[in-house]
């Protein structure tokens, strides 16, 4: 069938190799639209020989940015196919974000949909290495009439390779394949650079763990710019699995997408499963679902609860991960209710080293900074040397015999592993609250918080003090209207030392997020910045 170039060590033979083996079996569904693994291997491969005959070079980017959409998934593994690397872009970027980042990286081939052409038409101009622009639907007379760049359909970018015997660009497992872009909280988002070796280590790592198979049905609800997005597809794939694709609108949505599709698999942030806990779950979601998976922070052990009780046979794996190293432990279901506050072990084919400032590991119980090995380290950052030197770094422990210095991921996590291996999450070291010269974790609080039954959401900050530094602020969505900021603080005091209970309490109608749909604790830090000024 293929005449693209693709091993089993290359990101798209993710799916070629499917549509070999597997050609009539259900691949991806969308809506009433299901393709097979052959109608998506030959989609990836027309993909592919339209972006070779608009004259993609080796590694070359092409961006996607549109919603979960068939078109979506053939885009990022067309890409690949032809020798080029994708770059998903979160389809809740504005404008002036996304042409940063085409120009950020250079993007030669942009794949989008009208409406969203219209809102980029005057960012477009200042993309200037941006050659084509293929629109996914019909294109209207203004995108036709652009003359930079050059606006096609997408049947056109399929029917352009029709017949040519050429190749694939010859690539190797340590290629790049991918650049994701992180949420850019902390200022302008930071391009993660993934080889195809990153995609499929991480892909048979994860499915290995989740004893994903080919009757799986995942469904796909986190963005596919989201790297814990991106892998429901590279997961699946892996094993013969099927997709869903899922926009939803309302948590309940997804629910009932579970029960009509027979979801097997699902993974989430945890303000998703925060408000997924307190519905009811019919008959049909329980009965099929297999696992559920967290990620993207820690999930509250109130959630975990609740869910575990809607859910009594479905296995719940908890995992931690970061982009630049994708995914790095997950909690085994057996262990969830001795320890609910670990993160885990490391994944298969990964080692996890807690290290201090030194270089030297930590003892068992010894805070220190998680440092992630092996061959889910990313390639570095996009164009960003200095940033790179800071976060990739030699792994600790090297032997200096060895003539090569081997390059780990350090997180910027803090946690600590106790005498049986176990890691539990302190906080990120940017996000550690620093009070009366103490050091105070955010979750921790956030924890009891959500014990009380009263708080829905909550995120906990510190706030620039006089006296103490920082002063911890809790802002929290409610379950109830009967709202008493004494009562929560009474349960922290019940909990808590002193220098960790909140000064104050926020009440808010939402917390805000950033693009991959996680808390944004900068942005409310940023607005209460004022509180504690004399």
């Known amino acids: 069938m293929s005449r693209i170039h693709s091993t089993n060590l290359l990101a798209h033979s993710l799916v070629l190799d499917n549509a070999f083996k597997r050609p009539d079996e259900p691949a991806l569904i969308h809506g009433d639209q299901t393709l097979s693994y052959a109608s998506l291997g030959s989609a990836v491969e027309a993909c592919a020989r339209g972006l070779l005959a608009l004259g993609i070079a080796p590694s ?103 017949g040519a015997p050429s190749l694939g660009h010859r690539r190797i497992d ?33 499915a290995q763990y989740l004893e994903n198979n080919f009757n799986d049905r995942l469904l796909a609800v986190l963005p596919l710019s989201f790297d814990a997005g991106f892998s429901q597809l590279t997961t699946a794939f892996s094993t013969g699995a099927s997709v869903v694709l899922m926009e939803y609108l309302l948590p309940k949505d997804v629910i009932k997408s579970i029960a009509r599709h027979g979801i097997t698999g699902i993974t989430a942030v945890p303000p998703l499963w925060v408000q997924l806990a307190s519905l009811a779950w019919p008959p049909e979601a329980v009965n099929t679902l297999r696992y559920i998976a967290n990620t993207g922070g820690r999930m509250p052990k109130a959630a975990t609860a609740a869910l575990r009780r809607s859910l009594p046979q479905t296995k719940v794996f908890l995992m931690y991960g970061l982009t630049e190293a994708f995914r790095s432990t997950y909690l085994p279901p057996e262990e969830v ?13 990964v080692e996890i080293q807690v290290a201090r400032k030194d270089g030297s590991l930590c003892l068992p119980g010894e805070p220190g900074e998680l440092v992630h090995r092996g061959a889910l380290v990313a390639m570095g950052y996009w164009n960003d040397p200095k940033k790179t030197a800071e976060r990739f770094r030699p792994a600790p422990g090297q032997l200096p015999e060895l003539p090569l210095t081997e390059i780990a991921v350090w997180s910027g996590d803090t946690v600590r592993m106790d005498e049986d291996g ?36 909550t995120a906990v900050v510190g706030i620039p003090h006089p006296k103490l530094g920082q002063g911890i602020v809790a802002i929290v969505k409610l379950d109830s209207a009967d709202f008493n900021p004494e009562d929560l603080l009474v349960a922290c005091r019940a909990e808590l030392p002193n220098f960790m209970v909140p000064l104050t309490i926020i009440a808010s109608d939402a917390l805000p997020r950033n693009a991959n749909g996680k808390i944004d604790r900068r942005a409310l830090a940023a607005k209460f910045e004022s509180l504690f000024k004399e």
């Open 422 to 457: 176990f890691l539990y999450f302190i906080g990120r070291q940017d996000e550690m609250i620093k009070t009366s010269g103490y050091r105070v974790s955010p979750t921790e609080v956030e924890e009891v918080l959500y014990q009380t039954g009263f708080v829905a959401e």
């Open 337 to 349: 209710d001795k320890r609910p506050d670990s993160i885990g072990k490391a994944i298969p084919n």
């Open 60 to 162: 070359e980017r092409i961006a996607v940015y549109l919603p979960k959409r068939p078109e979506t998934v053939v885009t990022l593994f067309g890409a690949a196919a032809a020798g080029g690397v994708f770059v998903p872009i979160n389809p809740l970027l504005k404008p002036r974000q996304v042409a940063y980042i085409l120009r950020d990286c250079n993007v030669r081939v942009l794949i989008t949909a009208d409406n969203r052409t219209d809102l980029l038409q005057d960012e477009l101009a200042e993309c200037h290495d941006l050659r084509n622009l293929v629109i996914v639907d019909a294109p209207t007379q203004a995108a036709k009439n652009l003359t930079h760049p050059t606006a096609i359909s997408w049947e056109s970018l399929l029917s352009l390779g029709a």
């Open 174 to 206: 340590s290629d790049m394949a991918a650049i994701l872009y992180t949420s850019g909280s902390t200022g302008r988002p930071k391009g993660v650079v993934l080889s195809h070796r990153n995609l499929v280590a991480g892909a048979q790592s994860v």
